[in-house]
């Protein structure tokens, strides 16, 4: 068996137990409630790591962060868009050329209106 592979998942995931494919299939019921308890179940086929039961649980432990990212990745694309309009640009520039004191006075204001 791909022992650093099982090695990598104990990591990730914590308690691994491993099974053969005819064990999972003989004794369903209690790789089942191995998988439940907590941990992953690695299912091997002539000793090669071919599946993982796991809890729903763990299985949206693992697919949360994912969807936050794609949250993330949306978001930013969005605000990436909006940043390529003309106005966009516009303000972009006149934010480069300004003086000093044109940028601590907009910061005053600013600060003046989150109050």
């Not at 002539?46 to 993982?52: L, M, N, Q, S």
Request: aromatic content about 6%; cysteine-free.
């Amino acid at each position: 068996m791909d022992d650093d592979y099982v090695k990598r998942l104990r990591a990730q995931v914590g308690t691994v137990t491993t099974v053969t494919a005819s064990d999972a299939k003989n004794q369903f019921g209690q790789v089942l409630d191995s998988a439940l308890r907590g941990g992953a179940v690695v299912i091997t086929k002539h000793d090669t790591p071919k599946a993982i039961l796991i809890s729903i649980e763990e299985f949206e432990a693992m697919t949360m962060p994912r969807q936050k990212l794609d949250a993330l990745t949306n978001e930013f694309d969005a605000m990436y868009a909006r940043m390529q309009m003309p106005e966009a640009r516009a303000a972009t520039t006149k934010l480069f050329a300004a003086t000093p004191a044109a940028l601590g006075a907009a910061a005053v204001k600013a600060a003046r209106r989150k109050r």
